[in-house]
T-cell receptor
Framework: GDSVTQTEGPVTVSESESLIINCTYS????????LFWYVRYPGEGLQLLLK?????QKGSSRGFEATYNKETTSFHLQKASVQESDSAVYYC?????????????FGDGTVLTVKP | NAGVIQTPRHKVTGKGQEATLWCEPI?????VFWYRQTIVQGLEFLTY????????DSGMPKERFSAQMPNQSHSTLKIQSTQPQDSAVYLC??????????FGPGTRLTVL
């Protein structure tokens, strides 16, 4: 089946440091997978951070970037300079838009703590 | 826009009892998804409706679990004869087009 593997947490970085959270996927049932990063801030619900529908493209939002690499089956999340407000749980997810199912397959989540 | 509404937020049931979880999607969204989150299994897809029709229930346990969407304004997830292993946070999401799923706050189900 389809699966997503991401950096095991917790991850702790200091404010203004750079960040990378690794994500690799296996899409055995989806011909053209789409990739997503979702985030859950403390006390809030799960929300979309960024998405990339097409291989080779890059998505960005709130200073975060991720590039969909079909060759390495990766979708790593990066930020050049984190802020304390970035502390949250980050989930990489695999989907198949415009197929008969819109379901998402999630990674286990990575807890990020940014120290002031 | 109130977002996806899930009720109740917390539910405690005894083993063997029935639990019904409610989801009100964002008005105008045509797709509704149900997921379950546990420490052990993580976030798992359960089932998916589009325009109220069931499209994919491949993640639903074969027994005791059922989901319905009787109208465009709400969906229910029913668990019969609840067991301790059903304890989880159940998340509902809606989407206007399946590109972006908007998640509700979840219902935390505890089966004693």
């Amino acid at each position: 089946g389809d699966s997503v593997t991401q950096t095991e947490g917790p991850v702790t970085v200091s404010e203004s440091e750079s960040l990378i959270i690794n994500c690799t996927y296996s899409a055995t049932s989806i011909a053209y997978p789409n990739l997503f990063w979702y985030v859950r801030y403390p006390g809030e619900g799960l929300q979309l951070l960024l998405k990339v529908i097409t291989a080779g493209q890059k998505g960005s939002s709130r200073g975060f970037e991720a590039t969909y690499n079909k060759e390495t089956t990766s979708f790593h999340l990066q930020k050049a300079s984190v802020q304390e407000s970035d502390s949250a749980v980050y989930y990489c997810a695999l989907g198949a838009i415009n197929t008969n199912t819109g379901k998402l397959t999630f990674g286990d989540g990575t807890v990020l703590t940014v120290k002031p | 826009n109130a977002g996806v509404i899930q009720t109740p937020r917390h539910k405690v049931t005894g083993k063997g009892q029935e639990a019904t979880l409610w989801c009100e999607p964002i008005s105008g969204h045509s797709a509704v998804f149900w997921y379950r989150q546990t420490i052990v299994q993580g976030l798992e897809f359960l089932t998916y409706f589009r325009n109220q029709a069931p499209i994919d229930d491949s993640g639903m346990p074969k027994e005791r679990f059922s989901a319905q969407m009787p109208n465009q304004s709400h969906s229910t997830l029913k668990i019969q004869s609840t067991q301790p292993q059903d304890s989880a946070v159940y998340l509902c999401a809606s989407s206007p087009d399946s590109y972006e799923q908007y998640f509700g706050p979840g219902t935390r189900l505890t089966v004693l």
